[in-house]
């Protein structure tokens, strides 16, 4: 399943909105020209120049760019090289991302855990319902003033974390707001996004329903106390079997203050967005109102309760020694939920700085939700200074973005740089930050960055894959993802976006990489869990930016 790729020429292979920037990228071209030709007859449509040689480090390859944004006809079209190569083919046209857009948020459905898939809506990936979930015991980790060691609590729903079956609440907190914030930032997009779910038929956008199969398991992971599990999990991880095929015990483990501070922000969050789904949800928003202002309390009173991997535990871990970023985002979240001022002093108070979401990286998320949400209950030089740390990372990126010798906002310094662990997700958070930015002062450099990393996504990086699922000439197969492994099914589950390369394959060293090189550091196969399995967090952002790129002011 490994194949070498067929094609030296580095191209999206999904395609193009007719407007944006098209760039294609090549490895040492035998002659200064290329051309574009129409895939159904081969007529030349477009002849161009490639830009000067330049090496990129983290690929060690000398390339050239193909530029042909000026051909903004609709169709489906192949680059071709004089000196005989040809690209996998591609479209330009507005609805290029469509289908890639469902594919991404319909992920979600496939990764819910206690819920059989018909095949009505799982076509051939139908499967049945695995991990019921409602006979979980407390650890021993997790006991507290309100529930012992082998309590039974009940938390089923929620989406599987990864290629994995447990369930994590810090990886489900940005994911669920990414997606929340797709919703905010979009809502007539999302509001026609149907994805064939059982809730589709409702009164409710199908990104709102998909979330709240999370939200609700999320709400039974809160402890009376306030206190949020840190995650609900077996000891170990399971073999590659379905859903179904595993009963292994559960348990919810710790009790931390990253998990309760992520938890009080986006129940935050979710008492304002569902406020308006009062019938579909009754009772939904005021209660998750109470839930945050709980979480954030217990918070307050155990501000450093970091998660320890008990000696029983195997799994991931998702351990976070700083929560200073935590503290900002629940902050900012709170005062938007309650209007106190005492928490917009407190996220002033914690310079948690503005740089690409991530799982441990919290603090942006605070400043995207005043940025978008605040400005009414701000001071002018707080909502500036919210914003301006927003778009000086916008910058930062398009900084990047053009001094790379593929075009893409992703270099690598000593410490591996762009090239770690899910350098996929945080290429797509990048892009969640410069479409924010974008909406708050647009500009053609945002935009252009985003398409560099829609195309980076989809194939112009130096593996030669198109790294989402079911997307394009050549995406990745083999994902470490147990579903898609177990289900004897070719195919992989569709629509997920897998980790991507991994500077120096540290975790997985065995796995059949092609190069050590850091952005090669990639092998489409289950082996390799450091670079092709697929996360709820990663996604998150790549729905977000298909929403926000074909809805740019
Ligand atoms: O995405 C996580 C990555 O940032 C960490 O470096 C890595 C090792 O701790 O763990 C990743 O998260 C995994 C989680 O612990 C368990 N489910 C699968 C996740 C993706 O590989």
Known sequence: LNGASNTPIRINQVGFLPNAKKVAVIEK??????????????????????????????????????????????????LGDVGGRKSYSFEIGSNVFNDLGEAALKAYYFN?????????YAGIWARAAGHPDTNVLVHASAVSNTRSEGTVISAPK???DAGDYNKYIVNSGISVYTLLAAYEHYSDHFANLAVNIPESNDNVPDILNEAM???????????????????????????????????????????????????????????????????????????????????????????????????????????????????AWAAAEMYLLTGQSSYLERFKSIDAGVIAPWWGGVGTLGY??????????????????????LIGAADGSVAKFKATAYGVPLDENALGGDFYWGSNGAAANQAF?????????????????????????????????????????????DIHHRPSYA???????????????????????????????????????????????????????????????????
């Open 29 to 78: 071209p035998a002659n200064s020209q290329f051309y574009i030709a129409r895939a159904s007859d081969d007529v030349k449509v477009y002849c161009g120049e490639y830009s000067n040689e330049a090496t990129w480090g983290p690929s060690g390859e000398t390339v050239r760019m193909a530029e042909f944004t000026a051909l903004t006809t609709p169709g489906t079209y192949y």
């Open 112 to 120: 819910r855990a206690s819920a059989e898939l018909p095949s009505q």
């Open 158 to 160: 929620g989406w599987y």
């Open 213 to 327: 199969w999370n939200i609700e398991w999320m709400e039974n992971m809160q402890d009376p106390d306030g206190g949020v599990y840190h995650k609900l999990t077996t000891k170990n991880f399971v073999g590659t079997v379905m859903p179904n095929q595993t009963n292994a015990q559960r348990y919810v483990v710790q009790r931390t203050t990253a998990a309760t501070l992520n938890f009080a922000a986006v129940m935050a969050v979710a008492s304002r967005v569902y406020s308006n789904f009062e019938q579909a949800f009754p009772g939904k928003s005021a209660a998750y109102r109470q839930a945050a202002l709980n979480a954030w309390n217990w918070a307050e009173a155990n501000p450093s309760v970091i998660y320890s991997q008990p000696s029983d535990i195997a799994t991931g871990t998702y351990g976070d020694n700083d929560v200073s970023d935590e503290f």
């Open 368 to 389: 995207i939700s005043l940025a978008e949400h605040g400005q009414a209950m701000m001071s002018a030089a707080d909502y500036q200074m919210v914003t301006d740390g």
């Open 433 to 477: 930050v410069l479409m924010y930015a974008n909406s708050l002062n647009p500009s053609q450099d945002y935009v252009d960055a985003t398409t560099s990393i829609i195309d980076y996504l989809l194939g112009r990086n130096a593996t030669g894959y198109s790294f989402v699922t079911g997307a394009g000439a050549k995406p990745p197969v």
């Open 487 to 553: 289900d004897n099914i070719a195919e992989p589950v569709p629509g997920f976006l897998v980790g991507g390369p991994h500077s120096q394959q540290p975790e997985t060293p065995a796995c059949d990489y092609p190069s050590s090189l850091s952005a090669k550091s990639y092998s489409d196969t289950w082996c390799s869990y450091s670079t092709n399995e697929i996360t709820i967090n990663w996604n998150a952002p790549l729905v977000y930016l298909l929403a926000a790129i074909q809805n740019a002011p």
